[in-house]
Each structure stands twice: as structure tokens, then as C-alpha cells.
């Protein structure tokens, strides 16, 4: 005789329980990880596109109208949505185009979530509001270049994205002259991955892009790492004496490394608010 065996109805439950209770806690994080390597296959294949196309204009100033009277109310800017329109649509493929006032139809979050994922601000609808300094700094004139506080316009993409547009048509086109980013940047995108839809923050499905001077222009797409580094500086200024950013990078993590000057650049227009 044989004894046979098997499992109760509540050994059954608790054992379906606890795989349930292992799979609401790793399904998540599992979940971002997907949801992030997809993000970063989206976002090196936007950068391609926007720099090939900006790579066939022979111009990037000069689009639209801008004139500032002395009162708000005396401003004509057709910049942003004319360089949509007269320019980038022309080399890029654009499903619909929405002005400085209408963003949201195209798909512009009203709200961004910044890298750090503790402040949640305006999402920025004319240059100034990228960067206070871009305008409130040193203004240029001439062949040097100026910067002007158009209106953000906005796109969106084959592909689902969507794209605000910041321009600045008084563009510089010397990239060997002493590096001023607020007249040398011409064009810069904030875009959003998948339209409206969360988590809305930088560094996930936010980012930018950024095209710099006129003439033989630049495109650069910097991704910032958030992380608090204080721990590296004095562990690495004890050992050696000094700081040392890119071994403080390195120290971070080995993929990790300093920007160039446009990236760099890049940083600076995008600046979060103090």
C-alpha cells in the first residue's frame, strides 16, 4: 500500500498568496526598467532624426517676425510656429502644429516633474521661462548675434511625440567666438515621449534637444544624472588632496562623464528654476 499525498486547499491559497504579494512588489520596478530602456531607444532615435533634419537646412536664423514695442500688447512674434511651418516641416515629418497659445492640443503636458522628482513646475512657454538668465543677462547686437523672448510653438511627430519649440531667429552663427550660449543657441526642443500622458519628468519621458549656431549647426541632446555627489567629493578630496569632476564622475559611475561646451550650453538653457 501506497500513502498518497498532495496539497490542502489552504497550503493552495497561502502559496498563491505570497507569489501575489512577490508580484505586486517586483512587477513595479520591473515595469520602470522596461519602461525606461524603451524611453532611451526613443530618445537616441529623436536626436538622430532632429539632427539629420536640422543637418539639410542652411540656415537656422531669420524665420518669422519678431518686433517688441513697448508695451506687451504691441509684440508680433510669428517666430517659433513660422520656423515649424517655413522650415523644419520641410525636412521633418510633423503630424499637427499648435501656436504659443494652443500647446496642449498638441500634446504639451501644462506640468513637468523636474529631475530630482520633488518640484513640479510650469511647463516653459517662451525662452525667458527656460532660463531667466537667457534674457535678464547680457544682451548681444549685430554680427555677434541676439536673443530674443519668442513664444514657444509646438509639433507633434509620426511617432507620437510631442515637441515644444523654442527659437530664437537673431541667432549667431560664429562658433569660434567667445562662447556666449544666450546668442550662439538657435532652436531648442522640450519634448514629451508619449504626448500627456505621466510620468511627465525630466530625465524619463521629458527631455530636450538643443541646435546651436546659424550656420553649420550643432545638435546636442545631454542627459543630466541626477545624484547628490557630496560623498564622492570628500572621499576623493581626502585621498588626493583635490576634486577632480570627471574622477568624481567616474567615481558615480563609469558610464558617467563631464559634458562638452555645446552640451554644456545645452544644460544652461535648460536650467530648472532656482
Given at each position: 500500500?501506497?500513502?498518497?499525498?498532495?496539497?490542502?486547499?489552504?497550503?493552495?491559497?497561502?502559496?498563491?498568496?505570497?507569489?501575489?504579494?512577490?508580484?505586486?512588489?517586483?512587477?513595479?520596478?520591473?515595469?520602470?526598467?522596461?519602461?525606461?530602456?524603451?524611453?532611451?531607444?526613443?530618445?537616441?532615435?529623436?536626436?538622430?532624426?532632429?539632427?539629420q533634419a536640422i543637418g539639410q537646412m542652411n540656415t537656422l536664423g531669420g524665420y518669422g517676425?519678431?518686433?517688441?514695442?513697448?508695451?506687451?500688447?504691441?509684440?508680433?512674434?510669428?517666430?517659433?510656429?513660422?520656423?515649424?511651418?517655413?522650415?523644419?516641416?520641410?525636412?521633418?515629418?510633423?503630424?499637427?502644429?499648435?501656436?504659443?497659445?494652443?500647446?496642449?492640443?498638441?500634446?504639451?503636458?501644462?506640468?513637468?516633474?523636474?529631475?530630482?522628482?520633488?518640484?513640479?513646475?510650469?511647463?516653459?512657454?517662451?525662452?525667458?521661462?527656460?532660463?531667466?538668465?537667457?534674457?535678464?543677462?547680457?544682451?548681444?547686437?549685430?554680427?555677434?548675434?541676439?536673443?530674443?523672448?519668442?513664444?514657444?510653438?509646438?509639433?507633434?511627430?509620426?511617432?507620437?511625440?510631442?515637441?515644444?519649440?523654442?527659437?530664437?531667429?537673431?541667432?549667431?552663427?560664429?562658433?569660434?567666438?567667445?562662447?556666449?550660449?544666450?546668442?550662439?543657441?538657435?532652436?531648442?526642443?522640450?519634448?514629451?515621449?508619449?504626448?500627456?500622458?505621466?510620468?511627465?519628468?525630466?530625465?524619463?519621458?521629458?527631455?530636450?534637444?538643443?541646435?546651436?549656431?546659424?550656420?553649420?549647426?550643432?545638435?546636442?541632446?545631454?542627459?543630466?544624472?541626477?545624484?547628490?555627489?557630496?560623498?564622492?567629493?570628500?572621499?576623493?578630496?581626502?585621498?588626493?588632496?583635490?576634486?577632480d569632476a570627471s574622477t568624481i564622475c567616474k567615481t558615480i559611475g563609469e558610464d558617467l562623464?563631464?559634458?562638452?561646451?555645446?552640451?554644456?550650453?545645452?544644460?544652461?538653457?535648460?536650467?530648472?528654476?532656482?
Amino acid at each position: 500500500m501506497k500513502k498518497k499525498t498532495g496539497f490542502t486547499l489552504a497550503e493552495i491559497l497561502i502559496t498563491l498568496a505570497i507569489i501575489g504579494i512577490v508580484a505586486a512588489i517586483t512587477l513595479p520596478s520591473l515595469l520602470v526598467n522596461v519602461n525606461e530602456k524603451a524611453w532611451d531607444a526613443q530618445k537616441k532615435a529623436l536626436h538622430a532624426r532632429l539632427a539629420q533634419a536640422i543637418g539639410q537646412m542652411n540656415t537656422l536664423g531669420g524665420y518669422g517676425t519678431y518686433t517688441k514695442g513697448e508695451n506687451d500688447d504691441e509684440t508680433v512674434d510669428t517666430s517659433a510656429e513660422s520656423f515649424i511651418l517655413d522650415a523644419l516641416s520641410k525636412v521633418y515629418k510633423i503630424n499637427n502644429v499648435c501656436g504659443p497659445d494652443k500647446l496642449s492640443s498638441c500634446g504639451i503636458p501644462s506640468k513637468i516633474t523636474t529631475l530630482d522628482a520633488v518640484s513640479e513646475i510650469n511647463f516653459p512657454t517662451k525662452i525667458s521661462e527656460l532660463n531667466t538668465k537667457l534674457i535678464n543677462g547680457q544682451h548681444f547686437e549685430g554680427e555677434d548675434g541676439d536673443v530674443a523672448d519668442t513664444k514657444a510653438a509646438a509639433f507633434e511627430t509620426v511617432n507620437g511625440e510631442s515637441i515644444a519649440v523654442f527659437y530664437n531667429p537673431l541667432c549667431s552663427s560664429d562658433s569660434t567666438a567667445y562662447h556666449y550660449t544666450q546668442n550662439k543657441m538657435c532652436v531648442n526642443f522640450v519634448y514629451d515621449l508619449n504626448g500627456s500622458e505621466g510620468p511627465n519628468q525630466v530625465g524619463k519621458d521629458v527631455g530636450f534637444i538643443t541646435a546651436l549656431y546659424n550656420k553649420n549647426s550643432v545638435v546636442v541632446a545631454p542627459a543630466p544624472y541626477n545624484t547628490d555627489y557630496t560623498s564622492e567629493v570628500s572621499q576623493y578630496s581626502i585621498a588626493q588632496g583635490k576634486v577632480d569632476a570627471s574622477t568624481i564622475c567616474k567615481t558615480i559611475g563609469e558610464d558617467l562623464r563631464l559634458p562638452d561646451r555645446d552640451e554644456l550650453a545645452s544644460l544652461f538653457v535648460n536650467a530648472p528654476p532656482n
